[in-house]
Nanobody, 117 residues
Framework: QVQLVESGGGLVQAGESLRLSCAAS????????VGWYRQAPGKSRELVAA??????????TYADSVKGRFTISRGNAKNPVYLQMNSLKPEDTAVYYC????????WGQGTQVTVSS
């Protein structure tokens, strides 16, 4: 069973930046979609950003709340996705999960991001 592991979370002040990474225990080939989700205390898990498609044609989608501040990028089969988060706000505080979809849906265990005001 392939495992995803997120890293790069932490405690920062409002306005600062973090870069999240996602590493796979084994290479994942044929990824159709990669994404980042987050879940804040007492709230449902929500999509932050995703890239759908392959190297020839793909498009990115973002939650309205992060547009212009976050950038998702694809990596390779071992590190399928990254998330650059700039101008962080306290409302960005959540556990962030990476996701990779082939014909199987892979999830990580999450990394905590805490933004203080």
């Amino acid at each position: 069973q392939v495992q995803l592991v997120e890293s790069g979370g932490g405690l920062v002040q409002a306005g600062e930046s973090l870069r999240l990474s996602c590493a796979a225990s084994e290479s994942i080939f044929g990824i159709n979609r990669v994404g980042w989700y987050r879940q804040a205390p007492g709230k449902s898990r929500e999509l932050v950003a995703a890239i759908t498609g392959n190297d020839r044609a793909s498009y990115a989608t973002y939650a309205d709340s992060v547009k212009g501040r976050f950038t998702i990028s694809r990596g390779n089969a071992k590190n399928p996705v990254y998330l650059q988060m700039n101008s962080l706000k306290p409302e960005d505080t959540a556990v962030y999960y990476c996701n990779a979809f082939t014909f199987v849906n892979y999830w990580g265990q999450g990394t905590q991001v805490t933004v203080s005001s």
